[in-house]
């Protein structure tokens, strides 16, 4: 059985996708293997191209991926590292070297000097293997500790329609609002504004995406929005 | 099921009670993505069975004690809401629901990839908002979209139908009085598209070439249920 006559497509848990291809490593939550024949497991769209097929999942949970950028709220200390929610269903581990940029010394470093519990924070996942939970690390340019802007959630599945073909849609939001955005791989959007009501605007437009993430037309909706809200908020 | 005599004919010039020919469903209404606080949910309306179902997960389980290292437990509640039935239904779980959420947790369990999230915890829960016969098969097809709504990987969509005997033959999707007053019942539910049956009970007796003539009628109707899952869930996402 050939199956994999069409390189692009929809499915629902249970259709055969394709036969004798390989699966993109990242893809392999969202397929499952019969004899030579690929199934979906949730409902996705695929994408078959030199005999590799790609799999976007439509819902789901995150699942850490190494090198993603998330944004994690710190849900508890012990004496060597930080725990903290990636909207996830394994708890994130920030080492406290990993915050401290050198050797972690306890009977010297407090914990609580450096992160508390509530606090958001950006960070990059370092590792993880579903065996372990996974190791968050937040040294770098624009990570660590978030001291202002606002925090909005949405599904972890609508990351990308926020972000949009090659970042068409953040860019719209970002140009239209002058804001800032962080989009954590989780589904936790950082947004900085010069004001409240354009932060206001921007979680409207996100709330939007997430809610209408199927739907046609979706960019000049959002396009929409923003210009009526800035409108009416007299910003314009 | 209880051995007494009909108060109307169940069968009379080769149509049911209510109409309908053996072979038909009753009205079948499904809708997915109604809760807005689970991560799926699902509505399933079969004649006058109505069940909610969520879906939570893979979470972090709520207690360390319970996790599995090599795959995800996975909990299933099916529950009548005290004003599902005619007489009020105590809301503390019953004897037959504890042993319908055994069973059809292993029935879920058998579509589930639970090997993909090891160490988490899938809870789905089955709420029986109106009970008028079919309430278990009703209860996995709701779960089973649940599951799917929320992107939880499975094999396949699950549906679930039950064929009876009434006065000597055999019909299908049977509702309250046909069960209370038939001499079989037989609910089965399997994943349509990889032809696994995953739930077969059956209560009352019937002849083993009987038995095979419901089962292949079972199929017929969960084809139909099927066909139905896959367009209501389909249809959320019509726009891509």
Redesign the interface.
Known sequence: MNVASEKRG?A????PIASNVNVDPRSY??V?K?DNTI?A???C?YEITNNVLKVI?????YVPKPGDVVIGLVINFVITHWQVDINS???GILHASNVLGRPYNPAKDELKDYLEIGDYIIARIENFD??RDPVLDIRGKDMGRITEGKIIEIKP?RVPKVIGKKKSMLNIIKNDTNCDIVVGANGRIWVKCPNKDLEDIVALAIKLIEKEA???GLTEKVRTLIANEKHERGLL | MSGKKPPFPLLKDGKRHDGRGPMDLRPIQMKVGILHNADGSAWVKMGRTEVIAAAYGPREPPMKAMILPDRAVIRFRYHMAPFSTDERKSPAPSRREIELSKVIREALEATILTHLFPRTVIDVFAEVIQADGGTRTAAITAASLALADAGIPMKGLIAGVAVGKVEGQLVLDIDQVEDEYGEADMPVAAIVGLRKIVLLQLNGVLKPDEFLKALSMAWEGLKRIYELERSVLGSKYKGV
């Not at chain 1, 629902?12 to 259709?15: C, I, V």
């Open positions: 929809f629902l848990p249970g259709d939550l969202y499952y019969i199934y497991a949730v409902p769209m999942p439509l819902e789901g949970v269903p394994y708890i579903r065996t599945s199927f739907l046609p």
